[in-house]
């Protein structure tokens, strides 16, 4: 943790993490801590200022999650936002009630002369999202804003620098919420910008050094993707000749990506890369397999013994690093107790245990939106950088039914003229994800005079935030008909374009 940044208390409101991301964007440094921690817990990190985050719970419940009491007494400037106004209110001799109907949605704000709304004007959007409400501020507070149907919006007591908004200021419907944020943590707590990729990489690098101490290699799974190119790139700088990056090329990745590994990772940076050639492995185990999760397993499977074997050739690794990010690691401690813990796919099956290797997590306190900046500042390509999303098992499942050798050229070339069209028509970076998948069908067609029976070939493009739901990419009708007509002209073989108008749920991204 670095000093003077700001402890924030997580009570279950799925706006807990933007909090953090809208923090950081103004560069102070900030953690998420569980809402229920001790009060030791906060001193170790010894911030400057405490927000008390939003909560699905009422104060009234009998397992709602309470803050340590030293959060109420203490001289640090304090920030609750929804349930953490509630919480203010509520244990230093306010009152808190519900039973009104729910408030959701944008409400004018009217704000008086204040600490927290000093530059901000009267009458602007904020966003709303509660069931119970401050009906009367503690003593020493003053209300601060209201709306039409709450004259309690927002209420500060500036000589205990204790403030409350029943608002949500970090999401961006709330037109003036970095404002405010900015106010409370540069204007009121006096913090000072401490957070920035060129200090955290300077950090980090130093870390990196002195876990490895003297001796040892330390090895990473690099799958060009971003995360795992970020941990290459910063492992390069901070121990470049104790790093051996090892790359599993498993003949089922898109069109050119092995050479492009080879090419940034081996050539550009000088890396002492290991390519694992395993197409024959990977394509003779899956002949034959059509059930998504049997294709996933085997994938796995001969995954963990080519990178076991690959380690296993070079002597002295100590570590094994991952790329992990921090909303897994906010995930697996949250005050609702170790949920999924990390995502199973940044492990290599147990690998670690095994060779009797320490893991190495140098992005665990990274949002993806930093991993990205931290990538250009190590020297990354924008493109490497903004790459959308890879499965792990690759194309095995954007061929569905049984994988061919055949079947994944054709699929690489399709993919590859689909996404090359929406880089050159700068359509790339308003997708999160967008890939092509080849169906098990032949339909007839009809190509000059002659009649064809071919196969049929889906396009997917999605927006979305995390992958965890999504919507359907709405590309113009234009561009849908000049990328299928260029696919169907440049690639022989298929006949049919289709366009995928799933969101997820009830889809999912991939189609297996
Ligand atoms: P779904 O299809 O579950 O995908 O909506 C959500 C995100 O996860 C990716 N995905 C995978 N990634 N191994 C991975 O490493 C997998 O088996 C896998 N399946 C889906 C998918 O590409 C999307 O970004």
């Known amino acids: 943790m670095i000093k003077g940044g700001v402890a924030i208390l997580d009570f279950g409101s799925q706006y807990s993490q933007l909090i953090a991301r809208r923090v950081r964007e103004l560069g102070v440094y900030c953690e998420l801590l569980p809402g229920n921690c001790q009060w030791s817990d906060i001193e170790k990190l010894t911030p400057g200022a405490i927000i008390l985050a939003g909560s699905p719970y009422s104060v ?10 030293e959060v109420f007494s203490t001289e640090l400037p304090v920030l609750g936002v929804c349930y953490g106004m509630q919480l203010l209110a509520h ?62 919006a927002a209420m500060e007591n500036h000589s205990l620098k204790r403030y409350g908004v029943q608002f949500h200021p970090e ?13 409370f943590l540069f204007d009121i707590a006096k913090l000072k910008p401490n957070w ?34 970020v941990v290459a790139a910063l492992l390069h700088r901070a121990v470049p000749n104790r ?29 002492d890369l290991i390519t694992v050639d395993g197409e024959d492995r990977f394509l003779n185990e899956l002949a034959g397999v059509s059930d998504p999760e049997k294709k996933r397993k085997i994938i796995g499977r001969v995954f963990i013994e080519l990178f076991e074997e690959a380690a296993n050739s070079i002597p002295d690794v100590t570590h094994l690093a991952q790329g992990t990010l921090y909303p897994d690691v906010i995930e697996s401690v949250s005050f609702k107790g170790p949920s999924a813990t990390i995502k199973s796919h940044h492990n290599v099956g147990g690998l670690p245990e095994r060779m009797n290797l320490k ?8 949002f993806k939106d930093e991993v990205r900046e931290l990538g250009r500042e190590l020297g990354l390509s924008n493109l490497m950088v903004s790459r959308h999303p890879f499965p792990g098992p690759g194309l095995a499942v954007r061929i569905l039914g049984p994988i061919t050798r055949e079947d994944r050229d054709l699929l690489q070339k399709v993919d590859k003229v689909f996404i090359d069209y929406l880089l050159e028509k700068n359509l790339y970076d308003e997708i999160w994800q967008a890939f092509s998948v080849l169906l098990p069908i032949r339909t007839v067609g009809v190509m000059g005079d002659e009649r064809t029976y071919d196969r049929v070939v889906a396009l997917r493009a999605v927006t979305s935030t995390d992958g965890m739901t999504a919507d359907w990419y709405r590309m113009d009708p234009e561009h849908m008909a000049a990328v299928s007509s260029r696919i169907v002209n440049r690639v022989n073989g298929v006949s049919r374009i289709v366009y995928d108008i799933s969101s997820k749920p009830p889809g999912t991204i991939e189609w297996e």
């Not at 009234?60 to 009491?69: C, E, K, L, R, W």
């Not at 999401?171 to 106010?183: E, I, S």
């Not at 990056?245 to 890396?271: S, W, Y």
């Not at 893991?359 to 990274?366: A, I, Q, S, T, V």
């Open 171 to 183: 999401v961006n419907h709330t037109v003036f919420g970095a404002k405010l944020l900015k106010q």
């Open 196 to 229: 920035d990729m060129k200090y955290f990489s300077t950090q980090a690098i130093q870390f990196i050094k002195e876990e490895l101490g003297d001796k040892g290699k330390v090895i990473l799974g690099l799958s060009g993707g971003v995360d795992s190119s």
């Open 359 to 366: 893991l190495l997590e140098p992005l665990r306190e990274l």
């Open 243 to 271: 790093f051996v990056p090892i790359f599993v090329d498993n003949g089922l990745l898109r069109a050119g990506e092995r050479q492009e590994v080879e090419k940034t990772f081996g050539e550009h940076f000088g890396m």
């Open 60 to 69: 009234y419940g009998a397992d709602s999650p309470i803050p340590p009491v």
């Open 91 to 152: 244990n230093t001799g306010g009152k808190v009630e519900g039973g009104f109907h729910r408030e959701y949605g944008p409400a004018l704000l009217n704000t008086k002369k204040s600490q927290l709304f000093s530059e901000i004007e009267s009458g602007q959007q904020a966003w709303m999202s509660h069931g119970d409400r401050v009906t009367r501020v503690p003593s020493g507070y003053t209300i601060v804003a209201s709306t039409d149907l709450l004259p309690i």
